[in-house]
């Protein structure tokens, strides 16, 4: 079964610092990857996404991802903090040709000043 | 202004008292879902639906129902809710496809005592 698994629940960062937010799945065929933001009491809003064109993916607000296929992992980074980042962050993956999105357990980011 | 809707936002129930989730999309989106978000699990497909009248289950599909009779709608119904229910749940429409960039609603916070 297709799965993806985002290790930490929660990230603390300062503002100006590193983001980093890790993504593996599991997967025999490469698959589309996803990365969400919900911020505080709203729905979930694509970042970026994976659909196996370049490998360095650039999304909204900065933020970036690289796919790994040697790693089967998702990384998404954004090189500078900014205090509207603190949010909550999903990883998800769609089999190709599938259309069951399958989520992470998400990751909550925390901006210190 | 394009949006998805859901209603009600807030619900509080008893244990087999049935309900309905309204959700509705104004993009003329074919692809529409539902989903559930509990703490440290990220959000689980219920059901989606490809277009009207063509609906299948998601990964957590167990006391749930649906329906697609028209494009834009797509109802989560609660037959007989049990306090495992209990969630927040978000319904959201892509133009055609999982893999298009979906659009989430507002959520629906769901308590069933």
């Known amino acids: 079964a297709q799965s993806v698994t985002q290790l930490g629940s929660h990230v603390s960062v300062s503002e100006g610092a590193l983001v980093l937010l890790r993504c593996n799945y599991s997967?025999?065929?490469?698959?589309?990857l996803f990365w969400y933001v919900q911020y505080p009491n709203q729905g979930l809003q694509l970042l970026l996404k994976?659909?196996?064109?370049?490998?360095l993916v650039k999304g909204i607000n900065g933020f970036e991802a690289e796919f790994k296929k040697s790693e089967t992992s998702f990384h998404l980074t954004k090189p500078s903090a900014h205090m509207s980042d603190a949010a909550e962050y999903f990883c998800a993956v769609i089999k190709a040709a599938g259309n069951k999105l399958t989520f992470g357990g998400g990751t909550r980011v925390l901006v210190k000043p | 202004e394009a949006q998805v809707t859901q209603n009600p936002r807030y619900l509080i129930t008893v244990t087999g008292k049935k309900l309905t989730v309204t959700c509705s999309q104004n993009m003329n989106h074919e692809y529409m879902s539902w989903y559930r978000q509990d703490p440290g699990l990220g959000l689980r497909q219920i059901y989606y639906s490809m277009n009207v009248e063509v609906t299948d289950k998601g990964d957590v599909p167990e006391g749930y129902k649906v329906s697609r009779k028209e494009k834009r709608n797509f109802p989560l119904i609660l037959e007989s809710p049990s306090p495992n229910q209990t969630s927040l749940y978000f319904c959201?429409?892509?133009?055609?496809?999982?893999?298009?960039?979906?659009?989430f609603g507002p959520g629906t916070r769901l308590t069933v005592t």
């Open positions: 997967s025999s065929v490469p698959p589309y």
């Open positions: 959201a429409s892509s133009l055609g496809r999982a893999l298009d960039e979906q659009y």
């Open positions: 994976y659909t196996s064109a370049a490998t």
